[in-house]
């Protein structure tokens, strides 16, 4: 769960009492300086769990770097808390995100940084609150058709409770289990159309399959090995043509042994 997330750059200009640099590198060293001098009041407000008492001021460093980057503190995976800054996938803002994360100190037991939205670890333990529902996303099901000469996938997304959502929830339920299962970063490489589907749709998926479907798409084009793991059918087998290959050689091994005998003699 988010501890606190802003958007910039859609409903406010950025803060006007800091000139923005154009350069990415130098943009990150003044976001970074400005980080470690926070970060004792960032840790106590958070430790305290009021976290809006410094939102102000980290919302200006971001917006110092670019006003159209975003910003989340979320528990880590790793860590106890992590740092998301990301461009939502905008090239224009790739420079400055990859720039911040050259230049973040390595992750510790405290802090994690990414510069993208990362997975959750396992999707069907998450469970959102929209209003007056509870929606598990472990109920999620996926319809996902791969176009291979384009490499990109269109799904469609079912949940058993979407016909009841507004149409404003729908879009969050439609949206929210794909960011959550894939990531921002593998979510815009791969995903083209994303439709809501308020009736289950045939062959359809769950969101860990779809998670392994992607990947291996994405494994593949990186020129990645994904070999199946063998069945306990081929284990099986490759065990008994072990076991015969043993046999074999033992019985070789008792031809020559009496060969070289004969020989002595």
Do not use: C
């Amino acid at each position: 769960m988010s501890l606190f997330r802003r958007l910039f750059g859609r409903d406010r200009p950025a803060p006007a009492t800091r000139e923005q640099p154009t350069d990415p590198q130098l943009a990150a060293e003044e976001f970074w300086r400005g980080w470690y001098e926070l970060l004792p009041r960032l840790s106590a407000a958070l430790g305290e769990r009021e976290p809006h008492r410094v939102e102000h001021e980290l919302t200006e460093l971001v917006a110092a770097m670019h006003p159209d980057l975003q910003f989340s503190i979320d528990r880590g995976e790793r860590a106890i808390y992590s740092l998301v800054v990301t461009g939502q996938e905008d090239p224009a803002l790739r420079p400055y995100t990859d720039a911040w994360k050259a230049a973040a100190p390595p992750d510790d037991p405290i802090w994690e940084f990414h510069d993208s939205v990362p997975p959750v670890p396992d999707p069907t333990e998450v469970t959102v609150n929209l209003g007056e529902h509870r929606i598990a996303l472990a109920d999620v099901r996926v319809v996902a058709q791969v176009d291979e000469q384009e490499e990109q996938v269109d799904v469609a997304v079912h949940h058993p409770l979407m016909s009841e959502l507004k149409p404003d929830q729908r879009e969050t339920m439609t949206f929210l289990p794909l960011d959550a299962t894939l990531g921002e970063r593998l979510a815009g490489r791969w995903l083209r159309r994303v439709e809501t589907a308020e009736n289950e749709p045939e062959n359809a998926i769950t969101l860990l399959e779809l998670r392994d479907l992607v990947r291996k798409l994405d494994g593949r084009e990186n020129g990645e090995d994904h070999q199946a793991a063998p069945s306990a059918g081929d284990a099986e087998d490759g065990a008994s043509e072990a076991r015969d290959q043993k046999a074999e050689d033992g019985k070789s091994g008792d031809t020559r042994d009496a060969d070289s005998g004969d020989s002595g003699e």
